[in-house]
């Protein structure tokens, strides 16, 4: 609770008296301290919140001081502007009420001969009283709430404290919008319950339906108010940040308006409560990083290619309640990051939209696969994703196709942070992990060639063919110099000329040396055909006629791509 200009007319004898004699719309502006104006000056003195007392004897003869007086105070935030004219002015000004009217800012007349003591002291005593008992709830508040936690309560057992509070339904969520409790309050609709999805886990998230537009800033910078569209119409409530130093670890959300200013126990509620919410969550996260630590020992075992290092992460597996039973995919989920971007200055400029991503990618594979296991290499996600039991994944293009839906939601709800995903052969035994982990990362690599797009790209390992022998690092080594080799002269005939005899050799080969289907998956004329291949036959020789030759230029063929690709060529 705060003492507004209305209550403070009720309290002290003079103010009793006294006329509110323009700017009534302002007399719920909150008054903070009382000043007296001594000196000409006064604005380098005055503070927002601040009742202003004065005679005006220090602008007595400076008429246009006093003409903008008000619209100076205004503009700095006081609370308010009492005045006793008949001492020095006799009359306050028309254009000083003008101004107070249009500023709602209120301008009170006082009583002659009054006594400023009689003013200050019992406004100043209320003010101290508001504070103490401001103090005394704020201690309380935040006793409950560390009450609460250290009593074992939850998530919704502190939102519940703060909707009591606020008067408003409440949710907690983490960072990555999902739902970590709820408290309600009766007689209060629940508007917000369409934003709400639960997914076949159980846990439940704000919806992509979600999707608030900031109003504004409320004072201290860490609450917003915002606004969403619902069913009913628009729905303004207001978000809390929960961030501990500069990490942000997720939001209070209550739904629904609150009357500007806030309330001091509102805001005592929103402070404290997303205090001991921070300290929970890190809690938590001390936890996870404990349950971290165990899970990257059963991925290095995994990795390892000692015999007993594996036995031991398979072990370790167990009991953790996780079974890894062969046969299995591994799929690798890795961040779209810009070419020649370092992982780890990746990680500490966007970390946060990786982490979301990948959490993303996590929530989605495992509705559709709750056998699948997890686990963080770097900024990859790795999945154990087991052939057998009641929710086996698909193989062949079902499972491409599920994770490519995967790679499409996480490209709506968190762009640019995309992801991609290599998927490696169905594995028959556990020792061949760490070639199955090798698999799907190099079908990631080669895959974004291939398929000559850098951002959620899904590639299997059976579909790479040829390009299984080989993997990106290798590209501009020895397979372009390969390339270069074998296409060389074609490559420098196409720059010199501007012609496409290299694309038309690929073509022509493709179709099994048919110049008439070439020619039509060229979109070009028969003699055309013809033409060019004459042409190439003068550069090769007879390499078209030899059978080893002839196979060195199709291999060399498909690989020039990926060699283009990473600018060896």
């Given at each position: 609770m705060a003492l507004t200009v209305r209550e403070a007319l009720t309290i002290a004898e003079p103010l009793r008296r006294a006329k509110v004699v323009a700017g009534k719309d302002g007399l719920d502006n909150v008054i903070r301290s009382v000043n007296v104006m001594e000196v000409p000056n006064i604005?380098?003195?005055?503070?927002?919140?601040?009742?202003?007392?004065?005679?005006?004897?220090?602008?007595?003869?400076?008429?246009?001081?006093?003409?903008?007086?008000?619209?100076?105070?205004?503009?700095?935030?006081?609370?308010?502007?009492?005045?006793?004219?008949?001492?020095?002015?006799?009359?306050?000004?028309?254009?000083?009420?003008?101004?107070?009217?249009?500023?709602?800012?209120?301008?009170?007349?006082?009583?002659?001969?009054?006594?400023?003591?009689?003013?200050?002291?019992?406004?100043?005593?209320?003010?101290?009283?508001?504070?103490?008992?401001?103090?005394?709830?704020?201690?309380?508040?935040?006793?409950?709430?560390?009450?609460?936690?250290?009593?074992?309560?939850?998530?919704?057992?502190?939102?519940?404290?703060?909707?009591?509070?606020?008067?408003?339904?409440?949710?907690?969520?983490?960072?990555?919008?999902?739902?970590?409790?709820?408290?309600?309050?009766?007689?209060?609709?629940?508007?917000?319950?369409?934003?709400?999805?639960?997914?076949?886990?159980?846990?439940?998230?704000?919806?992509?339906?979600?999707?608030?537009?900031?109003?504004?800033?409320l004072p201290g910078g860490s609450t917003r108010r915002l606004v969403v569209p619902t069913s009913a119409g628009p729905l303004v409530h207001l978000s809390r940040a929960i961030r501990v130093s500069s990490l942000d670890l997720g939001e209070i959300i209550v739904w629904g308006e609150l009357a500007p200013p806030l309330h001091s126990a509102e805001m005592v509620a929103l402070e404290h409560g997303a205090t001991v919410i921070a300290l929970k969550m890190m809690e938590t996260r001390s936890l996870s990083q404990v349950e971290q630590q165990f899970q990257n020992e059963i991925l290095e075992g995994l990795l390892s290619e000692r015999a007993a290092a594996r036995d031991s992460a398979r072990q370790l597996a167990a009991g953790m309640?996780?079974?890894?039973?062969?046969?299995?995919?591994?799929?690798?989920?890795?961040?779209?990051?810009?070419?020649?971007?370092?992982?780890?200055a990746a990680e500490r400029v966007r970390q946060s939209g990786i982490d979301s991503s990948l959490h993303l990618a996590r929530r989605y594979v495992r509705i559709a696969h709750p056998d699948a296991s997890f686990w963080r290499h770097g900024s990859r996600l790795v999945v154990f994703l087991p052939q057998g039991g009641e929710h086996a994944p698909r193989a062949g293009k079902t499972l491409i196709d599920?994770?490519?839906?995967?790679?499409?939601?996480?490209?709506?709800?968190?762009?640019?942070?995309?992801?991609?995903?290599?998927?490696?052969?169905?594995?028959?035994?556990?020792?061949?992990?760490?070639?199955?982990?090798?698999?799907?990362?190099?079908s990631i690599e080669v895959g974004k060639v291939i398929h000559?797009?850098?951002?959620?790209?899904?590639?299997?390992?059976?579909?790479?063919?040829?390009?299984?022998?080989?993997?990106?690092?290798?590209?501009?080594?020895?397979?372009?110099?390969?390339?270069?080799?074998?296409?060389?002269?074609?490559?420098?005939?196409?720059?010199?000329?501007?012609?496409?005899?290299?694309e038309t050799l690929r073509v022509y080969l493709a179709e099994n040396r048919n110049l008439g289907r070439a020619a039509r998956a060229l979109g070009i004329h028969y003699n055309t055909m013809r033409y060019r291949l004459s042409r190439i036959r003068e550069v090769v020789g007879a390499a078209l006629d030899d059978p080893n030759q002839r196979l060195a230029l199709e291999v060399a063929l498909q690989l020039y791509p990926l060699v283009a690709g990473t600018g060896a060529a």
């Amino acid at each position: 609770m705060a003492l507004t200009v209305r209550e403070a007319l009720t309290i002290a004898e003079p103010l009793r008296r006294a006329k509110v004699v323009a700017g009534k719309d302002g007399l719920d502006n909150v008054i903070r301290s009382v000043n007296v104006m001594e000196v000409p000056n006064i604005l380098d003195w005055v503070h927002p919140g601040e009742l202003l007392v004065t005679t005006l004897y220090p602008l007595r003869d400076n008429a246009a001081a006093v003409e903008t007086l008000v619209p100076r105070l205004a503009e700095k935030g006081l609370a308010g502007l009492a005045v006793t004219p008949d001492s020095y002015i006799g009359e306050l000004p028309p254009c000083m009420l003008d101004a107070a009217d249009e500023r709602r800012f209120p301008l009170i007349e006082l009583p002659p001969r009054v006594s400023f003591i009689d003013i200050i002291q019992p406004l100043t005593s209320r003010i101290l009283n508001l504070q103490a008992n401001e103090l005394r709830q704020s201690e309380a508040t935040l006793r409950q709430f560390v009450d609460l936690v250290l009593g074992g309560g939850s998530y919704s057992d502190i939102a519940h404290v703060i909707a009591q509070v606020v008067g408003r339904p409440v949710t907690i969520v983490d960072r990555f919008r999902r739902v970590l409790g709820s408290g309600v309050v009766a007689g209060k609709a629940h508007e917000h319950a369409e934003f709400l999805e639960k997914d076949a886990t159980g846990d439940v998230y704000l919806g992509a339906n979600y999707a608030p537009v900031p109003r504004d800033v409320l004072p201290g910078g860490s609450t917003r108010r915002l606004v969403v569209p619902t069913s009913a119409g628009p729905l303004v409530h207001l978000s809390r940040a929960i961030r501990v130093s500069s990490l942000d670890l997720g939001e209070i959300i209550v739904w629904g308006e609150l009357a500007p200013p806030l309330h001091s126990a509102e805001m005592v509620a929103l402070e404290h409560g997303a205090t001991v919410i921070a300290l929970k969550m890190m809690e938590t996260r001390s936890l996870s990083q404990v349950e971290q630590q165990f899970q990257n020992e059963i991925l290095e075992g995994l990795l390892s290619e000692r015999a007993a290092a594996r036995d031991s992460a398979r072990q370790l597996a167990a009991g953790m309640g996780t079974q890894l039973e062969p046969p299995f995919w591994v799929v690798v989920v890795t961040p779209d990051l810009p070419s020649g971007t370092l992982l780890a200055a990746a990680e500490r400029v966007r970390q946060s939209g990786i982490d979301s991503s990948l959490h993303l990618a996590r929530r989605y594979v495992r509705i559709a696969h709750p056998d699948a296991s997890f686990w963080r290499h770097g900024s990859r996600l790795v999945v154990f994703l087991p052939q057998g039991g009641e929710h086996a994944p698909r193989a062949g293009k079902t499972l491409i196709d599920e994770l490519h839906q995967v790679c499409l939601r996480i490209e709506q709800q968190n762009a640019p942070h995309t992801v991609s995903v290599g998927i490696s052969g169905l594995t028959q035994d556990l020792a061949d992990f760490r070639h199955a982990y090798q698999c799907a990362v190099q079908s990631i690599e080669v895959g974004k060639v291939i398929h000559k797009r850098a951002t959620s790209v899904v590639a299997r390992y059976e579909d790479l063919g040829l390009f299984r022998f080989i993997s990106r690092t290798d590209l501009p080594g020895g397979v372009g110099r390969f390339c270069e080799d074998v296409l060389g002269p074609l490559l420098e005939r196409d720059r010199a000329l501007g012609s496409q005899l290299v694309e038309t050799l690929r073509v022509y080969l493709a179709e099994n040396r048919n110049l008439g289907r070439a020619a039509r998956a060229l979109g070009i004329h028969y003699n055309t055909m013809r033409y060019r291949l004459s042409r190439i036959r003068e550069v090769v020789g007879a390499a078209l006629d030899d059978p080893n030759q002839r196979l060195a230029l199709e291999v060399a063929l498909q690989l020039y791509p990926l060699v283009a690709g990473t600018g060896a060529a």
